[in-house]
């Protein structure tokens, strides 16, 4: 036996599983794929006493379109949203970004609201939700609230999310001419930098950028000075370039670890930045 | 203690465990099937993959409750009435094993592969065994065992 002892409850519905939750007072901690929480929970980082199932509740997963708006279920693994058609029809980056995750078996246990509860630093889903303006949706079981993918992020594997909430859903516009560029960390297949880039063009001018960067800092966060430079700009390969140049400058204490030093990964975003950019105008060039 | 029930290679097994009993644990130690191999014990190496209702997947990062209800196929249950497997057959023809010690793994995870794609190319090989370290071989062989399996059934 390799981690500390638990009880274990498998929850039904949403319901339930909010009931199960407020009535352990504090004690249940969720479990959805597991491929964040039981490798902390072998190394001992994480000992919880019981974990609450909410991997077989039927309503957490799924895909659907409503009114213009996409809608993904937490409890939606990294296979299905790789491989969604809906995704890939109307918003791409994001079947991208889960296709980049870790590796098939990975991606056929891990969900969106673990990755986007657990927040690692060097997670990928971040980056594109940021790039999105996802409104990520919250449950408790005397509540519901919706909170913005910007103001979700705090700190390193830090987020808002209380206790006795449940991620159910994420929401967006989508935004076909968007894409994803990731620098892999090679065995475990992390991004060392991961950058989503959206555009927004009308009649040959970028209206407004939005651009999410993961694994440089403490959590994913907006390129704000970039996003600046580029709103107003004629749509072309020259203007994200000259925009990315400015790519992390303003951010302090970037990541330095055993894959890649602080210097390196500052060298990366700009890179990977201007990467994402050019996939998002190869994507308009193909839209129009 | 908590109750499970898994079907493994068809057969329904039921069992009282420790919830934090690792479901490649359950399958090596209880149910004596150790052609589910442990490697890293880290999530890393894919020689603990198997098929959790029809899925490859990880079994040392799933605990046993967890998979209470579902069915599981090991590298034993791929066999049919004493005759291997195309995938067991494609690694024995095309030399797709030296120590042998990531194989059951990695065909676990070709089996997936060639669900989802039963053409593969190349590129669709190599990503669909991503999650699978291999030591010795250097690959080559196994894409070709791989191949072979695709191009048989
Ligand atoms: C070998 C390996 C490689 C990986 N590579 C990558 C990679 O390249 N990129 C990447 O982004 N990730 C990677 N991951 C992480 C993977 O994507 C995880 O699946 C994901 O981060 C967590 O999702 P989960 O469903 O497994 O969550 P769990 O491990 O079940 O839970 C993680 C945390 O989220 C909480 N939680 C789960 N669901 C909810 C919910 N609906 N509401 C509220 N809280 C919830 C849990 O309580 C726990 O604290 C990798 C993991 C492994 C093992
Ligand atoms: S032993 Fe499970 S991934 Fe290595
Ligand atoms: S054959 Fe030895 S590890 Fe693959």
Redesign the pocket.
């Known amino acids: 036996m390799i981690p500390t002892a638990f009880d274990y409850q498998r929850a039904t519905s949403l319901d339930d599983a909010l009931a199960k939750l407020s009535a352990s007072n504090g004690a249940g901690?969720?479990?959805?794929?597991?491929?964040?929480?039981?490798?902390l929970m072998k190394l001992r980082l994480s000992e919880p006493t019981m974990l609450i199932d909410?991997a077989r509740i039927p309503d957490l997963a799924g895909i659907r379109e409503q009114d213009g708006t996409l809608e993904i279920g937490?409890?939606t693994v990294?296979h299905d949203v790789a491989t969604s058609p809906v995704l890939r029809q109307h918003c791409p980056v994001v079947a991208d970004t889960a296709a980049?995750?870790?590796?098939p078996q990975?991606r056929n246990?891990?969900?969106l609201?673990?990755?986007l509860?657990?927040a690692?630093p060097a997670?990928?889903?971040p980056a594109v939700m940021l790039a999105l303006d996802a409104e990520i949706h919250l449950r408790s079981s005397t509540a519901a609230r919706v909170v913005l993918a910007r103001d979700f992020f705090q700190n390193v594997l830090t987020v808002d999310?209380a206790p006795d909430?449940?991620?159910t859903a994420v929401r967006f516009a989508p935004v076909r001419a968007a894409s994803y560029a990731k620098l892999y960390q090679r065995a475990?297949?992390?991004?060392i930098v991961g950058v989503a880039a959206a555009l927004d063009v009308s009649d040959g001018v970028i209206r407004s950028a939005r651009i999410g960067l993961t694994g440089a800092v403490s959590h994913a966060v907006r390129l704000t000075t970039v996003e600046a430079a580029l709103a107003g700009c004629e749509p072309t390969s020259r203007a994200c370039a000259e925009a990315a140049r400015l790519a992390g400058s303003d951010l302090e204490d970037i990541n330095g670890d055993i894959h890649a030093s602080e210097t390196y990964r500052r060298a990366m975003i700009p890179v990977f930045t201007r990467r994402a950019l050019d996939g998002a105008l190869a994507r308009l060039t193909v839209q129009s | 203690m908590a109750q499970v029930s898994v079907t493994v290679n068809g057969k329904t097994h039921t069992a009282n465990v420790e919830p934090r009993l690792l479901l490649v644990h359950f399958l090596r130690e209880q149910l004596n099937l150790t052609g589910t191999h442990i490697g890293c014990d880290t999530?890393?190496c894919g020689a603990c993959t198997v098929l959790v209702d029809g899925r490859s997947a990880k079994s040392c990062?799933i605990f046993a409750v967890q998979a209470d209800g579902s069915e599981i196929t090991t590298i034993e249950g791929l066999a049919r009435d004493g005759r291997l497997h195309p995938l067991q057959e494609g690694f024995w023809e095309e030399h797709g094993l030296q120590c042998g010690y990531c194989t059951p793994g990695m065909i676990m995870s070709a089996v997936d592969l060639l669900n989802e794609h039963p053409s593969p190319t190349e590129r669709e090989i190599r990503d669909g065994i991503d999650g699978n370290f291999c030591r010795c071989t250097g690959y080559e062989h196994i894409v070709n065992a791989i191949q072979y399996a695709a191009n048989k059934r």
């Open positions: 901690k969720l479990i959805a794929g597991g491929h964040s929480l039981v490798p909410i937490a409890g990294h980049t995750i870790g590796d990975v246990r891990g969900t609201g673990g990755s509860a657990h690692d997670a990928d889903y999310l909430e449940i991620i475990s297949r992390f991004a | 999530s890393q990062t």
